[in-house]
Nanobody
Framework: QVQLDESGGGLVQPGGSLRLSCAASRSIFLFNAMGWYRQAPGKERELVAGITSDGSTNYAESVKGRFTISRDNAKNTVALQMNSLKPEDTAVYYC???????????WGQGTQVTVSS
């Protein structure tokens, strides 16, 4: 079993920045890919950014150029740097890891990000 713990959410004004962090209880090499998803009220959960074990990244069109995902293999963490935040970025953000062999998804408990003046 693997636990993913998110931190770094909060309230920020439009145009501001936040950095989310996800700490895994085991080596993140367990995961073929990790990512950040978000879910706004009344909407489906969507992929925001993903990163593979070899460092390849992908982003939702709505966050390209504003968000950056990174991983620190030594610390077993994945981070999401969010700049130029907009009110439409308001959501609960979840960390995800998908294992290599069984493609099992692990999720964190979520962290609230609110962008408002």
């Amino acid at each position: 079993q693997v636990q993913l713990d998110e931190s770094g959410g909060g309230l920020v004004q439009p145009g501001g920045s936040l950095r989310l962090s996800c700490a895994a209880s085991r080596s993140i090499f367990l995961f073929n890919a990790m990512g950040w998803y978000r879910q706004a009220p009344g909407k489906e959960r969507e992929l925001v950014a993903g990163i593979t074990s070899d460092g390849s990244t992908n982003y939702a069109e709505s966050v390209k150029g504003r968000f950056t995902i990174s991983r620190d293999n030594a610390k077993n963490t994945v981070a999401l740097q969010m700049n130029s935040l907009k009110p439409e970025d308001t959501a609960v953000y979840y960390c995800n890891g998908r294992t290599r062999v069984t493609n099992t998804d692990y999720w964190g408990q979520g962290t609230q990000v609110t962008v408002s003046s």
